[in-house]
């Protein structure tokens, strides 16, 4: 499906608090150094903690490069800058079912990197609206067989924008800014797809700071549409020559017929001169645009899988520890629901930190229960469990990674 845009809406005013985010701007390191240098009244419980943390990152980060395995087994198939041989071959309905299945893995992925994925209604709301550099792009949406688009970071910030009428005066416009767009798309046989281009593999990109109406010059295959009042700038001078050399024709002797073609091939000039010069502008903008997204681009396809898992991985550890410190000390003995460690933690944020997040409470209890760092009663009231059983358990998570048992040397024994 193709959609256009005509060009007459106005920009918006500025646009609403962009929802609260599951993400936390915080490096793993500081958001652990910070917690760290909250425990004051005991060096050995600080020893304690920071050894928990180390403890807890290697714990995550071996989940992690699993899953980064699985990933690179499945994406290298599909990968467009492979420099391996692939070893077999899979029919073109299995190739489509990895395909897809490597898709919704990714997306899995971005969510719990905690991108959101973008809607049609986003786009369309893009289409519609002027690009900041004040062209408009045409998307043909046939290009693709899958196109998905994540965001995350969502700021808000003014720009400069010439609209016709208010005389192509600098008007300020509020605009949305994704600070992080990730891009995942598949081309499908088509007329209009560049030659060398192949229907294949999976292309993935990462963006930052990209204002919400410019997500269609991040997508393959747009094309720069003429506006109304573009192609008056080219037409009507030539409209206007024509008519009035018919009126003029009619109502003047012949004698005046070289003026008055003088004053066509003027007009018509005027039209070819405005028609180059749109073509100028078309060019330096694209030039503009390129140079641009060059200096945006963060990563591309296999790069892409190994930033989002990183991101991901560190984003469960903060949740992780933070969710752990909050109950080991500041929780009374009989322990938090989850709803008041969320509160808990979402102000140790705000006040701490300047951060108004949404903290994912319910992921972050999961991987503690899971990793015995955290139990609950009847009543669902979680408690941490002293740390140095936390240290010990976290161990034992280690010890029994790799269950490796020789026979032979049991029988000796």
Request: charged share 30%.
């Amino acid at each position: 499906m193709s959609l256009e845009t005509n060009g007459k809406r106005p920009p918006t005013d500025k646009p609403a608090s962009p929802p609260r985010e599951h993400f936390i701007p915080i490096r793993k390191a500081d958001l652990a150094q910070r917690l760290a240098s909250d425990i004051q009244d005991n060096d050995t419980a600080r020893d304690q903690f920071q050894q928990l943390c180390r403890m807890l990152a290697a714990r995550i980060h071996f989940d992690y490069h699993e899953h980064l395995e699985k990933l690179k087994n499945s994406y290298c198939v599909f990968d467009p800058d492979a420099d391996t041989i692939s070893l077999g071959a899979e029919t073109e309905n299995r190739h489509t079912q990895l395909a897809e299945t490597l898709f919704d893995n990714i997306c899995t992925l971005l969510e719990r990197a905690n991108y959101r994925e973008l809607s049609k209604k986003d786009l369309d709301e893009a289409l519609e609206d002027a690009g900041s550099l004040g062209f408009h792009l045409v998307i043909d949406f046939d290009l693709f067989q899958r196109l998905e688009l994540y965001s995350r970071g969502i700021t808000e910030e003014v720009i400069l924008r010439r609209c016709w009428y208010r005389f192509f005066w600098p008007v300020k416009v509020h605009t949305t800014v994704y600070q992080r767009l990730v891009l995942m798309f598949r081309f499908t046989e088509h007329k209009d797809l560049p030659k060398g281009v192949d229907t294949d593999t999976v292309y993935l990109k990462v963006f930052k700071g990209i204002p919400k109406q410019d997500l269609d010059a991040l997508l393959p295959g747009t094309h720069v549409k003429m506006t109304l009042f573009d192609q008056g700038k080219v037409f009507l001078p030539t409209a206007t020559g024509i008519a009035m050399a018919v009126y003029k024709l009619i109502f003047f002797a012949v004698a005046g017929l070289f003026g008055m073609l003088a004053l066509v091939f003027g007009l018509l000039g005027y039209a070819v001169k405005s028609f180059f010069g749109y073509m100028r502008t078309k060019e330096k903008h694209q030039f503009n645009l390129t140079q641009n997204l060059y200096f945006k681009n963060l990563d591309n396809n296999i790069g892409v899988l190994f930033r989002v898992l990183d991101e991901a991985e560190e984003q469960e550890f903060r949740e992780a520890i933070l969710a752990y410190f909050m109950l080991w000390r500041h929780a009374p003995s009989e322990g938090w629901t989850m709803t008041e460690l969320d509160d808990v933690a979402e102000n140790y944020l705000q006040t701490g930190f300047g951060i108004d997040a949404d903290f994912e409470v319910d992921d972050a209890v999961d991987k503690l229960v899971r990793f015995r760092m955290v139990e609950s009663d009847q009543n669902e009231r979680f408690r941490a469990v002293p740390i140095e059983t936390a240290l010990v358990r976290l161990d034992e998570e280690w010890d029994n990674f790799f269950q490796y048992y020789n026979v032979e040397e049991e029988q000796t024994t």
